[in-house]
């Protein structure tokens, strides 16, 4: 026979019993009965009691991508249900819908006229995210206007900065990213985003906002974002893959979560309103991670190629998509995020409505 070994406290057993006394046997739990967790999942009140993390419409962001033309409400083939949007009643009504759920905030990302070197529309009076800006903001006095702020899709090699040597330069860019703040946030953005990993970003947009008189424009620092094959229905919407090479040496490698931490204590450091991790579901432990450690609000970003995976498997009658959806999102607030960045943030807003009411 061989001798009875200790697994309940870890000491070798002097009593050479079959079974450690200091371990609940199975027997025991399951004769006695007294803790039941099913007695608090028995009706829809109690699950609704005691849940602890709840979808709120008020903690969405919604991104839209605003191009030039007449009328246009062009659907992205990878990504249903999101559309090119002229800056006219097109995103009028888009805007129109997204609010009527509830949605406080848009996310703009601009699809400019032409590209060149250095993306000269991206800092334009009346470049194509200046011009939504001035749009929404004379429509909608409250509604939160979040603006991207990056070169790649106004640069005509589609890198995130100015290029020296083949290379992006990063604190030549940082001078840009500067201006494109200021432009923005005198067109009427609430809230920048510069999603461009460069060095110093916030620090730059900070100055130059507040050297511009900027003061109560806050930052959203995408501090920690990844080099994510999930971006990849993105660039086909947005125009904005990159020409050569790829964005390894900006964007952080997806093996790291203690980097994802020095950035997300850089970009406080240099004054970032609210921190970013993105992608979100393949990095909800970084999510968790950064909550831990920062007491900023945290933002998730729930990106394009989440979303069409999500849109294809749905279309192919594999997946529920309602709750598929809601279920992601409950998963990135209870990895600790305040805030969700999704394409799915409208119809999740409305599916909630329609929960709530019963
Ligand atoms: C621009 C930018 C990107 C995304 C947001 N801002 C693309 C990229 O970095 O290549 C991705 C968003 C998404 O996939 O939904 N730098
Ligand atoms: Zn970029």
Known sequence: MTPAT???????????????PSLPSLTTVTTSQTHRPRRRRRTDALRRLVREHQLDPADFIQPLFV???????????????????????????????IRAVGIPAVLLFGLPAAKDEIGSENFAEDGIVQRALRRLRARHADLLLLTDVCCCEYTSHGHCGVLRAGAVDNDATLEILGRVAVTHAEAGADIVAPSGMMDGMVRAIRAALDGAGHTDQAILSYAV???????????????????????????????????ALLEAALDEAEGADMLMVKPALAYLDVVRAVRERTDLPLVAYNVSGEYSMVKAAARLGWIDERKVVLETLTGMRRAG????????????????AEESRG
């Open 337 to 352: 995020a305040d805030v969700i960045i999704s394409y799915h943030a409208k119809d999740a807003a409305g599916w909630l």
């Open 6 to 20: 200790s697994r309940g406290c870890g000491k070798p057993c002097a009593r050479r019993l079959r079974r450690c």
């Open 225 to 259: 974002k990844y080099a994510s094959a999930y971006y990849g229905p993105f660039r086909e919407a947005a125009d904005s893959a990159p020409a050569f090479g790829d964005r390894r040496e900006y964007q952080m490698d997806p093996s790291n979560v203690r980097e």
């Open 67 to 97: 191009v030039h033309g007449a009328r246009v409400e062009r659907e992205i083939p990878s990504m249903p249900g999101v559309s090119h949007l002229s800056v006219d009643e097109s995103l009028d009504r888009e805007v129109d819908r």
